[in-house]
């Protein structure tokens, strides 16, 4: 059904807390800070999936975290996705590991 999610996770990696909860999750790949690989159990049917991605680093609410992804990262097993946040009002994006990071998958 189009209307449910074929892949999500909720992750942690700045308190090496790992994966809180997840669905259809084998394994990941930590390439390096903020950079992560997400493999999947059942693969998609195609690489044009909808992704959406949330993240949170820093304590403060002027705080902005952004996920982010390049299209050749979607595959049909496993996704890679990016995350940045700017502190503090700030104006510049930093790689940061964050807090917590989802990523939601809907797919046919």
């Not at 990696?13 to 950079?35: F, K, Q, R």
């Not at 050749?72 to 940061?96: E, P």
Request: glycine share 10%; net charge negative; hydrophobic share 30%.
């Amino acid at each position: 059904s189009k209307s449910n999610a074929k892949f999500w996770i909720r992750y942690d990696a700045y308190d090496n807390e790992g994966v809180g909860d997840s669905y259809n999750y084998s394994s990941m790949t930590d390439h390096s800070t903020g950079d992560y690989q997400f493999n999947f159990s059942t693969n998609m049917p195609s690489n044009q999936y909808c992704l959406v991605a949330s993240g949170h680093y820093g304590g403060n609410e002027n705080d902005a975290g952004n996920v982010g992804w390049l299209g050749s990262n979607l595959l049909v097993g496993s996704c890679r996705v990016y995350f940045n946040s700017a502190i503090n009002n700030g104006t510049t994006f930093s790689t940061y590991d964050p807090e917590e990071l989802m990523v939601l998958i809907f797919d046919n």
